[in-house]
């Protein structure tokens, strides 16, 4: 074996696994696309409320005010959603992640301190004034640049985690230790705008939802939303070919010997982004009809591209002798259970909660679905006492009661 991969075998957790890693891999990349999609409608979202705000017209004004209400909520999610597919990352690519961190150490701490700064600038526009279109546009704006330092950064360490073979020359340079943690040694820019225009497109989509969800309210004007659902459909569409363009670029940069072009992951994404653009293509003159197949067609563009992204990370970290597949695996079949129960318990509670908020937004007086909050309620406390009860046992077994 190779000393590089010995080396990162050896930093791979001794106790192995406590279930096998396919199902890990592919709730990283269900909650990554989860994760994506809010980080793109902050990231665009942010933007097309500093244009409505300054340039929109009386339209594009409204539309800011509606965003400056719903960006801080997104941006929260974007928040607990990426604790998920960390997590996973953890799981299967932990000596990656945990170096590219300590590398570049004071960018990750920066990381933190910007999402931070962001929200607090959104939120604080929202409560000053930016819901009644009298907000200062210096916060978004400067929430905007630091939204784009976070997505360079995070660029910067999940590049840096695809090339341990660099890791020597990054570490000690010339022969001199690097310690200070003060610099990032990677960049794509095809890779990164790539990201960075599939925000507004996912803005766009947004809009479309947007406009149909307020349709039965008779305090929207039904040409602000037909004006809306235009506008996310153009947008969309622009950046959308505007993507493609770049992906390619991406696909023209990656290393020959991946072949990456005849992957079967790869052709599956970039059939369904096709399918997605040129169905913008045939609706574009009325979207907003089509809202619900289009965001299906996108939400499978991601998932499947996010999956796309995992099979070149495992192409990049195959050239170091590294693959998941390899890893010693025990099953822990009651902690596997107890993780998948939760996760569907609250999938429950949280579609009723949707479903409240859903329809209280458009005005309806009785959100019904009674029986569904109930269970949401019982749900809940029985998760309760079942945590109780394992926690009891656990501590009387390992002696850490009496």
């Known amino acids: 074996m190779e000393p590089l991969a010995l080396y990162l075998q050896h930093l791979r957790d001794v106790s192995g696994l406590p279930f096998y890693p396919w199902l890990f891999d592919f709730l990283l990349v269900l909650t990554f696309t ?20 300054l340039f929109g017209g009386s339209y594009g004004r409204r539309l800011s005010r509606s965003l400056s209400r719903a960006l801080p909520i997104t941006l929260s999610w974007v928040i607990v959603l990426a604790v998920a ?40 526009y929202y409560l000053r004034g930016g819901y009644e279109g009298a907000g200062n546009p210096l916060w978004p704006l400067v929430a905007f640049i630091s939204l784009l330092l976070v997505a360079v950064i995070i660029h910067a360490l999940s590049l840096q985690a695809l090339h341990p073979e660099k890791w020597p020359e990054w570490a000690a340079k010339g022969g001199t230790e690097y310690q200070s943690g003060g610099k990032l040694f990677a960049l794509s820019l095809p890779r990164l705008l790539h990201f960075l225009l599939a925000s507004m497109a996912t803005t766009g989509i947004f809009l479309l939802f947007y406009a149909r969800y307020f349709r039965p309210r008779a305090d929207y004007d039904p040409n602000y939303l037909s004006w809306a659902a235009r506008t996310g459909a153009r947008l969309a569409l622009i950046f959308s070919l505007l993507q493609a363009a770049v992906g390619i670029w991406w696909l023209l940069s990656l290393p020959a010997e991946f072949r990456f072009y005849t992957h079967p992951l790869f052709l599956l994404g970039a059939g369904f982004g096709l399918l997605f653009i040129l169905y913008l293509l045939l609706v574009r003159h009325n979207p907003e009809p089509h809202a619900g197949r289009i965001g299906a067609l996108l939400a499978a563009t991601v998932f499947f591209m996010s999956y796309t992204r995992e099979a070149l990370r495992m192409k990049y970290l195959s050239r170091a002798g590294y693959s998941f597949a390899s890893y010693p695996v025990h099953p822990s079949w009651s902690s596997t259970a107890l993780f998948l129960l939760t996760f569907l318990m609250g999938l429950v509670i949280l579609g009723y909660v949707g479903l409240v908020v859903y329809r209280a937004g458009r005005g309806q007086k009785e959100v019904g679905a009674h029986g569904w909050g109930r269970l949401s309620v019982l749900l809940s406390w029985l998760w309760i006492v079942v945590m109780v009860i394992i926690g009891l046992a656990l501590s009387f077994k390992n002696g850490a009661l009496p």
């Open 34 to 53: 989860l994760h994506i999609l809010a980080v793109n409608l902050v990231l665009g979202g942010t933007l097309v409320l500093l244009w409505g705000r």
């Open 85 to 124: 597919p960390l997590l996973f990352i953890q799981v299967l690519y932990d000596p990656f992640w945990y170096f590219s961190n300590v590398i570049s150490a004071w960018w990750a701490l920066a990381f933190l301190a910007l999402i931070a700064l962001s929200f607090s600038l959104l939120y604080l």
